[in-house]
């Protein structure tokens, strides 16, 4: 079985400097959130069927988010 760094590297490089947010609140429907210092830069869809979607969609957001950026992050 990999490891969650092995499976979603980049969710696991980003929470070293920015911030995800797993969960819903009163306001909206979106139940994953991926946060930086400016700012929200992605926003998940209102359900999932399981977390290992969820996870794989939030990872595959915050790749496309830093290639899209020039970042790179420390996999």
């Not at 797993?22 to 210092?37: K, Q, T």
């Not at 359900?47 to 950026?69: G, K, P, R, V």
């Amino acid at each position: 079985m990999k490891s969650f760094n092995e499976k979603y590297p980049y969710i696991a490089a980003w929470v070293q400097d920015g911030t995800v947010e797993i969960g819903y609140n009163d306001y909206d429907d979106v139940f994953l959130r991926v946060i930086d210092a400016g700012g929200v830069v992605w926003e998940s869809n209102k359900s999932y069927l399981n977390l290992d979607d969820a996870f794989s969609d939030m990872n595959t957001a915050i790749e496309s988010w830093c290639i899209e950026n020039g970042i790179e992050l420390k996999l």
